[in-house]
C-alpha cells in the first residue's frame, strides 16, 4: 500500500505529475496507493519560513508522521519512506524520527537502505516512461537545481 503525501511537492501542476507517475507504477506493479486530498501549500510554507536552511527536518518529521498516523489507521504491521530510497536525503536522521514517531503511533518504523536499488528505478523509470522528478519537491529546492548565481 502506498500513500501519496503531497504538502512539499511545488507547485501544484508537478504534483500532479508525480501523483499520476505514482498511479501509473501502482498499476503496474498491482498496489493501492493512498492519496492525500490536501494540498497545505501555505502551511508548509509557514512552518520554513525564516528557517530555510533547516527546512528538511521539518518535512520529514511532517511526512513520517503523516505516514505512521495512516499506517495506524489503517492497521498496518509496518511504515517507511521513498526518503530511503535517495541518495540526497539524511538517512540517519530519517530512521531515527521514524522510530520516535513508530513508537509514539504505535506502529513500527521499517528501515532498509533502499538506495542500494537507485540505479535499478531510474532504469525500470525510463524502461516504463515514467514522469521523472528532476528536483526534490518544494519551491526552494527547484530554486537550488534551475538558479545559476548571476542569472
Ligand atoms: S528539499 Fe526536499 S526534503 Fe527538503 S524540504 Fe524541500 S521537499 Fe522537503
Redesign the pocket.
Known amino acids: 500500500m502506498g500513500f501519496f503525501y503531497r504538502h ?1 511537492i511545488h507547485p501544484f501542476t508537478e504534483c500532479l505529475k508525480r501523483q499520476e507517475a505514482l498511479d501509473q507504477y501502482a498499476d503496474t506493479a498491482d498496489f493501492k496507493v493512498i492519496h492525500q486530498k490536501e494540498y497545505d501549500l501555505r502551511g508548509f510554507l509557514q512552518n520554513v519560513v525564516y528557517r530555510e536552511s533547516d ?2 527536518l521539518y ?2 518529521h511532517d511526512r513520517l508522521k503523516s505516514t505512521a498516523l495512516m499506517a495506524r489507521r489503517g492497521q498496518f504491521d509496518f511504515f517507511t519512506s521513498t526518503l530511503l530510497y535517495s541518495k540526497h ?1 539524511k538517512h540517519e536522521t530519517i530512521r531515527a524520527m521514524g522510530e520516535s514517531l513508530g513508537k509514539s503511533a504505535g506502529v513500527p518504523f521499517f528501515y532498509h537502505d533502499f538506495r542500494e536499488g537507485w540505479k535499478e528505478g531510474i532504469e525500470t523509470s525510463k524502461r516504463l516512461e515514467i514522469y521523472r522528478q528532476q528536483y ?3 519551491i ?2 527547484e530554486a537550488e537545481r534551475y538558479h545559476r548565481k548571476g542569472s
Request: charged share 10%.
Open positions: 512539499n527546512r528538511c518535512c520529514y536525503q526534490c519537491g518544494c526552494y529546492s
